[in-house]
């Protein structure tokens, strides 16, 4: 049910139920109805019945209704509105609450409507992942719209940021659920649709959702192959390459191409789709993005204590923007990230230059979501202005490092610098261009002679009339006047004496006691042509800057390239600043398999403690005498710190920055895999120890040799004999190159591991050094060969805080447990656990197996438990 509003006073009359504003209101929400829609009404966007109550409560908004004389409050239609000048702010909290909004608008002018119905349509629909207004945007990460299409073992992911144009298809041939999820943690979309056979997974849905904080549905009939194919022809450039696309790629971008038209309710600009392998890149999981902190820290949750926050000194959005990226999907190719090191190495030689250039690209402003409002016709002069501005921006990089010496930088120097746009914007914008498009004002003085004319009309048209004027004067010969007045707008005055003497084609408008007045079809004309110059002017002008962006829109390849240059220039810049300010090297890249960092450092810890001294240390991996090391220690004494710096020193490296050490030899790494602190997931029903070892077997199943693991206390969630042997297993199964054989970092307080050091072949065991000194603990942080001899549980205990009488009585325990005879046991070999196997077990099992619990008094419970006693005691 709706509300409707009698159109000639803007929206305050209510119309019948069963009006034709009410029809249309019905017939929009219909077509729309998972959407809240904000139906335009004058200056307001109201919504309706349930549409007003959810926006009502989600967004603080005063609950009304019109018909109090209804005397059944369930037949009153409840209605709120917001003003649709600051309608943005509205709209981003309902898509951040994850509903999507249509948008539907007045597409006339009320008083130019027939039969006194305002024509309106849904112009778009905004869901989370078609965002397109920045003050909605976080302008430091990509607005990614991702579809996934899984079948028969194999998928595709596409995905584009239309707030930008970019977009990338990724190829997975072998894909384990894992796998996706692992890419699309890489992507970071803002909203996923799903088809195939995960379109119902709702399992598989909810650890996206959760995972990702993104949006996800299953959206099936756009990944039919009708559908998709459909969808990518009538997307121009990218239907050239539909013929020799994969099934799985098609379905997947047909999708998200038939998605942005069901929601944009227009043609698409020009969306530029890269394809690329999943192979291309180095695999980072949901669990590492997060363990490792690459761009938001598990504390704050914020950018400030993560790897990103610690080497970004972009200065543009875009290089912003792209770096995120980059750090999310580091290269695996050696060729590649040679060619980025040699970029940032250049810069790090040029002081003045590398000054020089991030002095200019602080001027250029976000080129491509100016761009990509432009091409999806939500760009205003402003817009353009702006687009224009950063362009002359970027062009006076090329005049900074004309002659570059690394492959990269000479390829971004070589960019068009676009002449022909920045011209015509320049030329025809004008320099202080209003917020609308309907008012004026937007052309430069000169650019349209037809504008210049109407808008001297417009301030007076003192002009023109005084010249109409001096021609009639000259071709009549009399003394006559050109004056206005409300009543009878334009005229022509002369003396009542010389009224017989005017032209034929004067035209009597009025007689007064000592003058006549007359008009002439050139002053009518020209009286027409003042009244109506305003229109007209806002009209030309309109029409003038839609030709203006659709030549904008037509170099948008151009201009997205453009753009990508300068905030690849940003990005390179960046790490080469981050590189001088804190004393980072180059590394080396290798394909044999040798991982060797000396002095490597936390590039986060670091910055962060910076009024102390952080202790460098070595790490060696060969994977083969040096598969695997074992790093003990008390607790706080560092490894978790030292495992993750390792970690992020191997993945700058394949990002194609310099590294905190004093040197470092990098072997390619294809995956990073981390099991670091503890969780459990109550609404999945999984202990905390249950998520560990859920965690740990995917991690065995998808590492390869060529892996990184850095597995941090695995085994603590259970008993202690239980965690020993699991570490245990797990340990020897990652260092043995015959089952895997990966690069394993591997932290544990279970001392018992140490020995696996002598006795597992590539296992190596080391220990975080700290002393003793009177009452209190010293950690040194330094990590040294061997295996340490405390874990300072008890000390560490007291530096949270744990009262005296604790403490006391924990070192009481812990005195009285090392006094005791140790149980027997062993780490490998021996008796298995004991279970209920053998033929007692079997007898117990089966007597256990044909008892109904829910129906035995006490006496036969006890009897029973005597029986089976007796059977498991051979008697």
Request: glycine letters at 8%.
């Amino acid at each position: 049910m709706c509300y409707t509003f009698n159109k000639n006073d803007g929206g305050d009359k209510i119309m019948p139920a069963n009006s034709p504003m009410m029809r249309q209101y019905n017939k929009m929400k219909a077509e729309n109805g998972d959407a809240l829609l904000f139906f335009r009404l004058g200056d307001f966007y109201e919504m309706f019945g349930d549409d007003a109550v959810t926006a009502s409560r989600e967004l603080d908004l005063t609950l009304t209704t019109r018909d109090r004389a209804e005397e059944d409050p369930d037949n009153r239609v409840m209605m709120c509105g917001v003003p649709y000048h600051s309608s943005e702010a509205y709209i981003a909290r309902l898509v951040a609450k994850g509903y999507r909004v249509a948008i539907c608008e007045q597409l006339e002018d009320p008083k130019d409507s027939k039969g006194g119905l305002v024509d309106r349509g849904v112009i778009r629909v905004v869901t989370p992942g078609t965002v397109t207004e920045s003050s909605m945007l976080d302008e430091g990460r990509a607005n990614n719209l991702a579809a996934v299409f899984f079948q028969n073992g194999s998928a595709a992911i596409a995905y584009a940021d239309i707030s930008t144009g970019q977009a990338g298809v990724i190829a997975l041939d072998e894909a384990p659920y894992a796998r996706v999820k692992s890419e699309l943690a890489a992507v970071a979309p803002r909203e996923v649709l799903l088809g195939g056979s995960i379109a119902d997974d709702e399992p598989f849905a909810a650890a996206l959702r959760d995972s990702l904080s993104a949006a996800v549905e299953s959206r099936s009939e756009l990944f039919r192959d009708d559908a998709a194919g459909a969808a990518i022809l009538r997307h121009g450039e990218f239907a050239e390459e539909a013929h020799r696309l994969a099934p799985n790629v098609r379905r997947a971008a047909g999708a998200l191409l038939g998605f942005l038209e069901e929601t944009q309710k227009a043609a698409l600009g020009k969306i530029s789709f890269g394809f690329s392998s999943a192979s291309e890149f180095m695999q980072l999981g949901a669990s590492a993005i997060a363990g490792l902190e690459l761009v938001q820290s598990n504390a704050g949750g914020d950018k400030k204590g993560s790897l990103l926050w610690a080497i970004d000194r972009t200065v543009t959005a875009m290089g912003r923007r792209l770096l995120r990226s980059q750090l999310l999907r580091p290269l695996q190719s050696p060729a590649r990230i040679i060619r980025r090191l040699a970029a940032v190495e250049e810069l790090t030689q040029e002081a003045v230059a590398r000054a020089e250039l991030r002095r200019i690209l602080r001027s250029v402003g976000d080129t491509e979501r100016l761009c990509g409002k432009i091409v999806f016709g939500t760009a205003n002069a402003r817009d353009v202005l702006a687009l224009g501005l950063s362009l002359d921006a970027a062009a006076e990089l090329r005049e900074v490092f004309a002659n570059p010496k690394s492959a990269e930088l000479a390829e971004i120097a070589a960019l068009d610098a676009l002449s022909d746009v920045r011209d015509t914007i320049r030329e025809s914008v004008s320099p202080e261009p209003p917020a609308g498009l309907r008012e004026g004002g937007i052309m430069r003085d000169g650019f349209s002679a037809e504008v210049d004319r109407l808008r001297g009309l417009i301030h007076g048209g003192g002009g023109a009339v005084a010249a109409l004027e001096a021609r009639e004067r000259e071709r009549t010969g009399l003394k006559l006047k050109v004056g206005y007045n409300r009543v009878f707008g334009y005229y022509i005055e002369l003396p009542r004496s010389k009224s017989d003497d005017v032209p034929a084609d004067y035209i009597r408008r009025q007689t007064l006691a000592t003058a006549e007045r007359f008009i002439t079809e050139e002053l009518k004309k020209l009286e027409s042509e003042i009244l109506s110059a305003k229109d007209r002017v806002c009209e030309i002008e309109y029409a003038l800057f839609r030709e203006l962006t659709e030549k904008i829109t037509a170099a948008s390849r151009r201009i997205y390239d453009s753009a990508q240059g300068a905030a690849r220039l940003d990005v390179f810049c960046s790490l080469a600043e981050t590189a001088v300010r804190h004393n980072y090297v180059r590394p080396e890249i290798n394909a044999d398999g040798v991982l060797d960092i000396r002095d490597g450092r936390h590039a986060v810890v670091e910055q962060m403690q910076s009024a102390s001294h952080f202790v460098p240390n070595d790490t060696y991996l060969d994977g083969k005498s040096r598969a695997a090391m074992i790093i003990t220690g008390p607790n706080m004494a560092g490894k978790s710190t030292y495992m993750r710096q390792t970690a992020l020193i191997v993945l700058l490296a394949h990002v194609g920055s310099f590294v905190p050490a004093a040197s470092a030899n990098v072997c390619v790494t294809d995956r990073i895999f981390t099991r670091i602190g503890a969780g459990d997931d109550l609404a999945g029903g999984k202990s905390t120890f249950m998520v560990e070892m859920t965690e740990a077997a995917e991690i065995l199943r998808n590492a390869t040799k060529n892996s990184l693991l850095v597995l941090d206390e695995i085994g603590r969630g259970t008993s202690t004999y239980d965690g020993v042997a699991i570490a245990r297993a797990i340990l020897e199964y990652c260092a043995d190159r015959k089952k895997l054989g990966a690069k394993t970092l591997f932290s544990t307080h279970y001392h018992e591991l140490a020995a696996a050091e002598g006795e597992v072949p590539g296992v190596v065991c080391c220990a975080m050094t700290a002393k003793r000194r009177g009452g209190d603990v010293i950690f040194l942080r330094k990590v040294t060969p061997g295996a340490s001899g405390d874990s300072y549980g008890i000390d560490v205990a007291g530096l949270a805080g744990l009262p005296e009488s604790g403490l006391k009585r924990a070192n009481t325990v812990m005195e009285d447990l090392a006094a005791a005879p140790a149980a027997p046991h062993a780490v490998s070999g021996g008796e298995p656990q004991l279970t209920l196997g053998g033929a007692s077990g079997d007898e117990v099992a089966e007597e256990l197996r044909k008892t109904d619990l829910n129906t035995l008094t006490p006496i036969e419970a006890l009897n029973l438990l005597y029986k089976l006693k007796k059977v498991a005691d051979g008697g």
